[in-house]
């Protein structure tokens, strides 16, 4: 097997290698470490102004005025693993019949509601879809919906319209 000497030069060698690799990735740093000395030398001009980059925030009233339903359906077909469209017709959530205008909590039959609901607003209006169905956990939080949220405004403002347009 090993004897004592045969172990020491094994180790030794192990630990020479590595301070190799660092000294020669210390070594790499202070050569090719770019550390801000001062501006640029030369810039390449794309005739875009990056100052301007700044994401415009388009109000939901404007972008709901032109919301089309039509697509607002294709969107809900991630809403519906959960939720139903029929009048009375609760799945794991509450059915979604004549939300728009509706009472929050106010589907009699269906008992799952979490108290957080209630606290963050009275009636399901589009502004407050809206806010919901933007980030349940942030608009109302200890809410027992998981949906994770729509992040795009026009398909929040897509849903709800078709939403209110089931209900005549």
Known sequence: MFDTMTFTKVCASLFGAWLVLLLGKWAAEELYHVDGHGEQAYV????????????VEVAFADVFATADAAAGA????QCSACHKLEDGANGTGPHLYGVVGRDVGGVADYAAYSGALNDAADVWTPENLNGFLESPRNYASGTSMSYNGLKKIEDRANLIA??????D
């Open 44 to 55: 390449i001009d794309t005739g875009v102004d990056e100052s301007a980059e700044e994401e």
């Open 74 to 77: 294709k969107v809900f077909r």
């Open 162 to 167: 078709y939403l209110d347009s089931i209900d």
